[in-house]
């Protein structure tokens, strides 16, 4: 998994923008869209559950989208609504103790390609990191609008593509 701490960067995105995944009920592919640094350390900050898999409804599932939308290096371009299927790859991350490294990538759609075009990605220049980032790199935490369906209106959360 430690190839994983190279997805922060877009040359290596654009160089591999799937997942292939074989597991024993056959081959899926997964497109990437997120790459998140995260902490799982109490003192660098608010816990962002990374490793989350249970949701209340299509509006939970799609706030937590949201939030890893806004934790995302990369702007991969990627859409995600609420009926897609999520994987995360998370692997040791060494800028801080307690850091990790989450690769999220929603499954291929029926019907749809595999195929990404990565030439809209692009580093997210309004990223959130945990804290500690900012005490130590100077700067605040970039100010996101809290609700994922007023993100969607006022266009700040451009992965959206179902139907709010």
């Not at 309004?126 to 993100?151: F, I, K, L, M």
């Amino acid at each position: 998994f430690a190839s994983l701490l190279f997805f922060n960067s877009l040359d290596t995105y654009r160089m591999c923008p799937t997942i292939t995944l074989y597991i024993e009920e056959g081959k899926s592919t997964w497109k990437i869209f997120s790459v998140m640094k995260v902490s799982t350390k109490e003192e660098h900050g608010e816990y962002f559950p990374f490793s989350r898999t249970s949701f209340l409804d299509d509006d939970d599932f799609m706030q937590y989208v949201y939030g890893v939308y806004q934790r995302s290096v990369l702007d991969t371009g990627v859409t995600v609504r609420e009926d897609d299927e999520l994987l995360s790859l998370v692997t040791c991350s060494y800028e801080y103790d307690g850091f990790r490294t989450v690769v999220v990538a929603r499954k291929v759609r029926d019907g749809e390609s595999s195929e990404v075009d990565t030439s809209k990605s692009r580093y997210n220049a309004r990223v959130v990191y945990p804290d500690v980032w900012y005490t130590n790199h100077s700067g605040s935490q970039p100010v996101w609008t809290e609700n994922w369906h007023d993100a969607v209106k006022d266009g700040s959360f451009s992965a959206y593509d179902g139907n709010d």
